[in-house]
């Protein structure tokens, strides 16, 4: 009996506790694809006047544009001169870093940029208007761009260099005049590049950086005074190499992921070209080589400070220092470039064709947020549960040949509940009908019972007084309790006298 209440208790009192947790209300997410929504730029020749090949300086040599979403331009050099000498100073890190997105989008990169993801937070309004901002929780989508890198070294045999061309007088604040000058790596015999800068106290406080692309190879030298030693006579190689990117974009903090996609073919046997005239990477060479022309004044090199800080910070890191510094100068190389690179990004999605921009669009698979009924674990127990029940109810059904056998008893009628939890119910009853004529009576387990074998009829009304008397019992004599018609009931020895709640009954409908 014990264990039978205890699998009742389980069978029935287990899976309202479980529906509780099958279905509670969960917050989760739901992944979707959008096709062709989102906006990236793109380098067709029909705008190649704006990128291609791009040398310009000053911001009146450039187009410009100024909109609700930032500043953008034709001369990246010009505009973000501040932003590239700052990621430059901060370059290197053994932490993954944080910087702010070149425009009014407020998002941030982890981690390398390579110039991709500029239309983030410009042209991504259509994927939140379909399912509401608070809804959409992250996004991600495949851009192509170039994966670039840089490498630096000492070059002892470096022809680059400072040439004294005019002696100043410090005295008098008459600057000293010198050509950053040499022939580049794969130049043509001869053919040597320079560019004019100045000093108030001679070479110290200068520090050239210059970029070209000779032989198919884009190198960038690097000539100082005797206040950046460590720089001078560096040389860079940079590669570019189309490839795509995975942009994943955190929506609600406002982040931008970029991740390299590792695949064994070549960007170009993909898709479209992405720069088919090579000109964008030899506008970003252009561009570094500017930085220089730009940012010396008489007494500090702006670039040469932000090398050296770079380098510094790598050396002073307290978990793995750096005293590389070829290794710190090409990072600032590649922290520079990803810089104008996404700065021409964004500006061919406003500056070209009249401002309508040169672009290409793409699908995006976008995570949302959703709502779930329940747990997992708890949706299946509720099931394991209610499929016992049901298998139990079924072994039941089969058992009784569908409730076949089951005894006519009627827990919802009240004559049956009083008759059955008497003792000796038929007894009642026959006491009751009898003296009436009747000589037997068979109480069927419900409220009908047979006279004399005759056909079923329903069980006469029985009235019922509740009283309490005290008995006086002698063993082996009589005692009489209630009114009415009696019930003698013999008494055993070891009974004694005992209060009890007597019971009255009489029947009506006996005849």
């Known amino acids: 009996m014990p264990a039978t209440t205890i699998i009742i208790l389980m069978l029935f009192g287990v899976p309202p506790i479980l529906w509780t947790g099958a279905l509670t209300p969960i917050l989760t997410e739901s992944v979707t694809a959008e096709n062709n929504l989102l906006k990236y730029p793109q380098y067709s020749n029909g705008s190649n006047v704006t990128w291609t090949g791009n040398n310009r300086l000053g911001v009146t040599d450039c187009n410009v544009t100024t909109n609700t979403h930032g500043i953008f331009g034709s001369c990246p050099v010009s505009i973000i001169q501040s932003t590239l000498l700052n990621r430059a100073a901060q370059a290197t890190s053994n932490l993954t870093q944080t910087h702010t997105k070149n425009d ?299 409730w076949k056998w089951l005894p006519q008893w009627d827990f919802m009628d009240t004559k049956s509940l009083v008759l059955s939890s008497a003792t000796a119910g038929t007894d009642i009853l026959s006491t009751l009908c009898l003296g009436r004529g009747i000589r037997k009576v068979d109480w069927m387990g419900s409220d009908l019972i047979k006279r004399d074998g005759k056909k079923p009829q329903p069980v006469p009304d029985v009235r019922l007084r509740l009283g309490r008397k005290v008995i006086q019992t002698v063993p082996g004599k009589y005692s009489t309790v209630g009114n009415g018609y009696q019930d003698e009931l013999l008494l055993s020895r070891e009974e004694q006298a005992v209060q009890v709640r007597a019971v009255s009954l009489w029947a009506s409908g006996c005849e």
């Open 104 to 402: 009014n989008s407020h998002y941030s990169y982890v981690g390398r940029s390579y110039g991709v993801g500029s239309s983030v937070g410009i042209f991504d309004e259509t994927l939140s208007s379909g399912y509401g901002t608070p809804k959409l929780l992250s996004y991600n989508y495949t851009e192509p761009g170039y994966l670039t890198s840089v490498t630096c070294f000492h070059n002892a045999s470096s022809d680059f260099h400072l040439e004294l061309i005019q002696k100043g007088r410090d005295k008098y604040g008459i600057p000293y005049i010198y050509y950053a000058t040499g022939r580049f790596p794969h130049a043509n015999e001869g053919q040597n590049d320079f560019f004019a800068v100045t000093g108030i106290l001679g070479d110290s406080n200068i520090a050239v950086v210059a970029a070209k692309k000779y032989g198919g190879r884009s190198v960038i030298m690097v000539t100082a005074g005797s206040n950046y030693l460590e720089l001078n006579a560096t040389q860079c190689e940079v590669s570019f190499a189309s490839t795509f990117f995975t942009v994943g974009v955190d929506v609600t903090n406002r982040l931008i992921k970029v991740t390299p996609v590792n695949t064994t073919e070549s960007l170009d046997s993909i898709g479209p070209l992405f720069d088919p005239t090579a000109g964008l990477a030899l506008s970003v060479i252009n561009q570094v080589n500017g930085l220089s022309m730009i940012s010396t004044s008489l007494y500090t090199s702006v670039v040469g400070d932000a090398l050296v800080t770079n380098i510094e910070a790598a050396k002073m890191d307290k978990v793995h220092p750096n005293p590389d510094a070829f290794t710190s100068m090409g990072d600032s190389f590649s922290a520079m470039i990803d810089e104008i690179l996404l700065f021409m990004a964004s500006s061919q999605l406003f500056i070209p064709n009249g401002g309508f921009g040169d672009f290409s669009t793409v699908g995006a698979h976008l995570t949302i947020q959703a709502v779930e009924l329940g747990e997992f674990r708890y949706t299946m127990a509720t099931f394991a549960v209610c499929a016992v029940l049901l298998l139990a109810v079924c072994f039941e059904a089969c058992r009784t040949r569908f």
